[in-house]
């Protein structure tokens, strides 16, 4: 017996397409404010996620400056400027991620859920 070719295409059914059109015809009545709040959660979350990937791309850690470093060795002295980069590039994210999740909060505080 010969074993069936496998297919890993999602299967689309009317399930998959009924939230789109419950979007479009106004059903779930997302308000602009939820849809500003993503907008900006989106790119935050992101940011927050590839932290470690943006600072090794655009090597950030060259940019960082220690007060201290004639008391450190070079492996703690590298790690550390990593470390402070990664740390930065996190925080941007968050400042990013807190408005949109507290446009999100009011958004649904005001709809009464």
Avoid: Q, W
């Amino acid at each position: 017996m010969v074993p069936r070719k496998l297919n890993f295409r999602p299967i689309l059914d009317e399930s998959f397409f009924s939230l789109y059109l419950n979007l479009l015809s106004g059903v779930m009545n997302i308000s602009y404010l939820e849809i500003l709040g993503l907008l900006l959660m989106v790119p935050g979350a992101v940011t927050i996620y590839l932290a470690k990937m943006i600072v090794n791309k655009h090597r950030l850690y060259e940019k960082i400056t220690c007060n201290f470093e004639d008391e450190l060795t070079e492996e703690e002295l590298t790690e550390y400027k990593n470390n402070k980069a990664i740390l930065t590039v996190k925080t941007m994210g968050m400042m990013l991620l807190l408005p949109g999740l507290i446009l999100i909060i009011i958004a649904l505080s005001t709809k009464g859920f």
